[in-house]
């Protein structure tokens, strides 16, 4: 999907989930651009989700939230957002980080070493976090609020020690599948929308590999919060943009 795509209006008026890039800044009119409304001010319809269509809710675990062993800044604020957009959606995926605790990700199991500092692998440069969302425990755990009886499908990742797993479709040697886009792709789903946490590492990395296997990808912003590594959510933020990825804010799904 080409960034300059425009929304595409079905017979009733409504936005198809199916063009979900737009340019920012401008909006044509018989020929001519004009001003694009300010975000959350914009008067067309709802976009329409449909059967081909899925929503990807990356990580939201009790270690990513206030409290937990890894918390991402108001991560529990995504829940709300999360479960009404969920409504809306035939296809639901929910991802789950579940790491072993001798994972190669953690800094304790590396001497000297704290988290935030970065080690080199054999699959590339990996930054090393405090223990968190260790299999069987808490923390691994659904935050308590999400409702997780509309999924189809859980795909934990991160399981394997001696590599680590931010996207929901490769582990982050870029080759190790996941399972999830053989069962995209099977199921024929065309448009990935994504949310969770965090904004700048799982969330980022799975939307980056649904784009690049083919897949129309929008981030839902306010169903998402970000770490923010050294400006890593405005890198995020240019990935997406040079990506044709679409951020999209939850009102336009409402």
């Not at 994504?194 to 169903?223: M, N, P, T, Y």
Request: glycine fraction near 8%; proline fraction near 6%.
């Amino acid at each position: 999907m080409h960034p300059d795509c425009r929304p595409v209006t079905n017979s009733r008026g409504g936005r198809t989930a199916s063009a979900v890039a737009k340019m920012p800044g401008k909006a044509e009119t018989r020929g001519q651009t004009r001003p694009a409304p300010p975000p959350g001010t914009s008067n067309e319809p709802a976009m329409q989700i449909s059967d081909r269509d899925v929503l990807l809710v990356i990580d939201v675990q009790n270690d990513f939230c206030t409290g937990g062993a890894l918390a991402v800044p108001g991560g529990e604020k995504v829940v709300p957002a999360v479960n009404r957009i969920a409504q809306k959606f035939a296809n639901v995926v929910l991802t789950q980080d579940w790491h072993p605790r001798d994972h190669v990700s953690f800094a304790s199991n590396h001497a000297g070493k704290q988290p935030i500092q970065a080690i080199e692998l054999d699959y590339g440069t990996q930054v090393l976090w405090p223990a968190h969302c260790v299999q069987g425990t808490s923390g691994a755990e659904f935050h308590r609020d999400l409702d997780v009886v509309r999924a189809n499908l859980v795909v934990r990742k991160g399981f394997r020690r001696g590599i680590d797993s931010y996207s929901a479709l490769f582990e982050n040697d870029k080759r190790t599948p996941t399972g999830l886009l053989g069962y995209l792709r099977e199921r024929e789903l065309k448009t990935v929308f994504v949310a969770g946490l965090a904004l700048d590492f799982c969330v980022r990395f799975s939307a980056e590999d649904a784009r690049k296997a083919g897949f129309e990808v929008a981030v839902i912003e306010d169903a998402c919060r970000g770490i923010d590594l050294d400006g890593s959510v405005a890198a995020t933020r240019r990935s997406f943009r040079d990506l044709g990825i679409s951020m999209v804010s939850l009102e336009a799904l409402l």
